[in-house]
């Protein structure tokens, strides 16, 4: 399954913009859209990890480079804060006609207030956030310093923003000073989050007290303590990932089984964030897989050889008290710890003469069962005997048959 479609749509002026649609594995339950901040583009480290955690909820996100930024066409000097939202609404008008319009807007920094401007003119919006927003527009000026006044004298002066040159027009400065956001905000009628770093040193604090007090409810505050205003270190960007996803869970449809008769399935796919984190679907719920960081993973998920463990440690668990509910035990809490390792049969503690007759390495789990309370030696042979009958115990102890076939 394809996980991330490239796109391309007309902005605000015919030029074509180029965007990416980041896709759930399994059904789709809502489509999100993200406007980026200032002079970034749509592959900015937060956008991408939130586009990953959406994922993993069944969300897709469409991100998406405004007029003359990144890989989209178009003279970035002839933009504004109007033209920028012009093209987030040509954006949702996209993903109207060939999938199905957001009922989420994401953004960050100016792509923050762009989203609060925009949200009443997309009907199907529910929910709204903002990252690092400033609660006017005219917020922005202070990035061009003393460029301001050569600006407003001669129409028109290259500024340097975060080490690249800019040309910014006198438009652009009258454009933001025109904006009237605390209006949009107060008459928004939608959910809102506002995450904000109270260390922000590039939109102050300030910014996120006035649009949540201007607001109205449902709103919600998260704080992104110690977080840059870029979110650069991954950890914040995570950390905004997650709270945006679980949020904006509320306020889309629930997620429907993706199997509904007795054959188990589980659907696994890339997700495109690190070298190896894939969104799992098993049923109804959405997880990630991934792989330590000592082995080049983002450490996200389980590995896949801890949800073997899981398997192994829950059967058991749950077997163990069904048993106990069949004969009216009154067993105590029940936790089972697994551990995982390849180890050589002749050191092999626990395997048969058969397995140690092969030679070589065999794949060991020891599985150690707590009972809260304290079980008798009698109850302790029974409890063992019983979670040999676990059903994942016996798959892993037979031989099962894997059949694969790869299509296009």
């Given amino acids: 399954m394809t ?14 913009l180029a965007a990416r649609l980041d896709l759930p594995c399994g059904p789709v339950r809502a489509y999100a859209l993200f406007a980026h901040c200032f ?5 900015i480290v937060a956008a991408r990890r939130i586009a990953a955690n959406l994922s993993r909820q069944g969300i897709a996100l469409l991100r998406f480079d405004f007029t003359g930024l990144g890989s989209s066409d178009g003279e970035f000097a002839s933009t504004n804060f109007s033209s920028n939202t012009q093209d987030l609404i040509r954006a949702a008008d996209h ?49 061009f310093a003393a460029d301001l ?11 340097s923003l975060q080490g690249r040159a800019f040309t910014i027009q006198k438009h652009f400065v009258e454009d933001a000073r025109g904006a009237r956001l605390g209006d949009k905000i107060k008459s928004l009628r939608k959910a809102l989050l506002v995450l904000h770093s109270p260390v922000d040193a590039t939109v102050g604090i300030g910014n996120a007290t006035n649009i949540f007090q201007t607001a109205r409810h449902p709103k919600s505050f998260v704080s992104l303590d110690r977080a840059d205003h870029l979110l650069s270190k991954p950890e914040d960007a995570e950390f905004a990932a997650n709270v945006i ?14 199997a509904q008769n007795s ?51 829950a059967c058991t668990s749950m077997t163990l008290r069904l048993y106990a509910g069949h004969k009216g035990l009154n067993l105590g809490h ?34 150690v069962i707590t009972v809260e309370g304290g079980v008798s030696d009698e109850m302790q042979a029974k409890l063992l005997e019983i979670a040999d009958k676990c059903p994942v115990h016996r798959t892993l102890e037979a031989t099962s048959a894997i059949a694969t076939r790869v299509q296009g």
Avoid: M
């Fill in 263 to 313: 054959v188990e399935q589980v659907l696994v796919s890339e997700t495109g964030e690190g070298k190896f984190q894939q969104t799992v679907l098993a049923g109804k719920h959405r997880l990630f897989a991934d792989e330590p960081e000592s082995y080049g993973g983002l450490d996200t998920g389980p590995s896949p050889y801890d949800f073997v463990s899981i398997a192994l440690g």
């Fill in 245 to 258: 996803a679980g949020w904006a869970a509320r306020y889309i449809a629930s997620d429907e089984p993706q």
């Fill in 334 to 367: 029940v936790s089972v710890s697994v551990s995982h390792g390849k180890v050589h049969t002749e050191d092999c503690e626990g395997c048969t003469d058969d397995q140690r007759a092969k030679g070589g390495k065999i794949d060991r789990f020891e599985r």
């Fill in 95 to 143: 993903l109207r006609q060939h999938f199905e319009a957001p009922s989420i807007l994401i953004g960050h920094s100016l792509g923050g207030a762009a989203v609060l401007a925009v949200a009443g003119e997309i009907e199907e919006v529910r929910a709204v956030v903002t990252i690092g927003a400033p609660s006017d527009v005219e917020h922005v000026l202070h990035n």
């Fill in 3 to 16: 996980t991330t479609q490239k796109l391309e749509f007309s902005g605000h002026d015919g030029a074509s």
């Fill in 39 to 43: 002079t970034c583009s749509k592959d």
């Fill in 149 to 159: 006044s050569t600006i407003e004298s001669e129409g028109a002066a290259q500024v």
